[in-house]
């Protein structure tokens, strides 16, 4: 990422109201994942590479 100018990444949380968007618009919501496992960010791995990371 660093080696294609990239200097800054923003990570978001992950919505748990997906599941309510997709019924609102008729469709079905099947996440290919836990929902209930939160993903571990690992800022540490950017700043290595002079990337500025945001948790919003």
Same mark, same amino acid.
Do not use: H, Q, W
């Given at each position: 990422?660093?080696?294609?100018?990239?200097?800054?990444?923003?990570?978001?949380?992950?919505?748990?109201?997906?599941?309510?968007?997709?019924?609102?618009?008729?469709?079905?919501? $099947? /996440?290919?994942?836990? !929902?209930?496992? #939160?993903? %571990?960010? $690992? /800022?540490?791995?950017? !700043?290595?590479? #002079?990337? %500025?990371?945001?948790?919003?």
């Amino acid at each position: 990422m660093a080696e294609n100018g990239v200097s800054k990444i923003e990570f978001l949380p992950y919505n748990t109201s997906a599941g309510a968007k997709y019924a609102a618009a008729g469709k079905i919501y $099947r /996440p290919t994942f836990p !929902e209930e496992v #939160r993903p %571990e960010i $690992r /800022p540490e791995i950017f !700043e290595k590479y #002079r990337i %500025e990371v945001s948790v919003l």
